[in-house]
T-cell receptor, first 110, second 112 residues
Framework: NAGVTQTPKFRVLKTGQSMTLLCAQD?????MYWYRQDPGMGLRLIHY???????AKGEVPDGYNVSRLKKQNFLLGLESAAPSQTSVYFC?????????FGPGTRLTVT | QQQVKQSPQSLIVQKGGIPIINCAYE??????FPWYQQFPGKGPALLIA?????SEKKEGRFTISFNKSAKQFSLHIMDSQPGDSATYFC???????????FGKGTRLSVIA
C-alpha cells in the first residue's frame, strides 16, 4: 500500500495563477482532509470530506476549493493564488479517528 | 480560536533526559487526544493517543498523562534520544471522524 500520496511535491506560482493539488489514498478511507502548515501556526484544516461527493469547510477555507469525485481522491484548488497561500499543504485520510498524512506539498506564491 | 494550547514552543534536552510537552483544551466534549510526531520534510504520524477514561497511557518510551478535571494532557518521552528530535503536535477531537484540532507544535531537540 502506498498510503496517502500527494502531487506535486513542490510548486512555485505567481500571484493570480491557479493550480490543483492532488491527494490519493489506497486505504479505502471515507474521510479525507486538507491542512496547511505554517511556522508557529500548527496544522489548520482547510476543507474536509466525509465521503465521495461531499465536502465541508474547515477553519481556513477562504481562497480554496475542493472536490471529491472519487473516493480515493481529494483535490484542493487555488483559483487565484496569493502570497498568503505560501505554505506546506498536507492531505490526510482516516477510517476511525487515526489520521494518515501524506508527505506534503510545498507551495510558494511569489 | 485556539481550542488546544500547547507549550512550550521549543525544547532542548540532553540525551537521556525526559522532555515534557503540555497541552490544555477548552471543549469538554473532546474525547480523543492524540499526539503526532513530525520529522522535517515529512507528514505528521500518529505517536500515541488517549481517551479520557484513563489517566495515563504508555507505549514504549512515550507516555501520555491526562488530567480531565484540569483539562490538560501531556507527553513524556523517557530516556530521550537524538532520533526523537522532531516537532510534536497534540490534538483533540470529538468521537468519530470530526476534524482534529491541533496545537501549534513543539520543536524538540535532543542533544548528545
Amino acid at each position: 500500500n502506498a498510503g496517502v500520496t500527494q502531487t506535486p511535491k513542490f510548486r512555485v506560482l505567481k500571484t493570480g495563477q491557479s493550480m490543483t493539488l492532488l491527494c490519493a489514498q489506497d486505504m479505502n478511507h471515507e474521510y479525507m482532509y486538507w491542512y496547511r502548515q505554517d511556522p508557529g501556526m500548527g496544522l489548520r484544516l482547510i476543507h474536509y470530506s466525509v465521503g465521495e461527493g461531499t465536502t465541508a469547510k474547515g477553519e481556513v477555507p477562504d481562497g480554496y476549493n475542493v472536490s471529491r469525485l472519487k473516493k480515493q481522491n481529494f483535490l484542493l484548488g487555488l483559483e487565484s493564488a496569493a502570497p498568503s497561500q505560501t505554505s506546506v499543504y498536507f492531505c490526510a485520510s482516516s477510517y476511525s479517528q487515526q489520521r494518515y498524512f501524506g508527505p506534503g506539498t510545498r507551495l510558494t506564491v511569489t | 480560536q485556539q481550542q488546544v494550547k500547547q507549550s512550550p514552543q521549543s525544547l532542548i534536552v540532553q540525551k537521556g533526559g525526559i522532555p515534557i510537552i503540555n497541552c490544555a483544551y477548552e471543549n469538554t466534549a473532546f474525547d480523543y487526544f492524540p499526539w503526532y510526531q513530525q520529522f522535517p520534510g515529512k507528514g505528521p504520524a500518529l505517536l500515541i493517543a488517549i481517551r479520557p477514561d484513563v489517566s495515563e497511557k504508555k507505549e514504549g518510551r512515550f507516555t501520555i498523562s491526562f488530567n480531565k478535571s484540569a483539562k490538560q494532557f501531556s507527553l513524556h518521552i523517557m530516556d530521550s534520544q537524538p532520533g526523537d528530535s522532531a516537532t510534536y503536535f497534540c490534538a483533540a477531537s470529538i468521537s468519530g471522524n470530526t476534524p482534529l484540532v491541533f496545537g501549534k507544535g513543539t520543536r524538540l531537540s535532543v542533544i548528545a
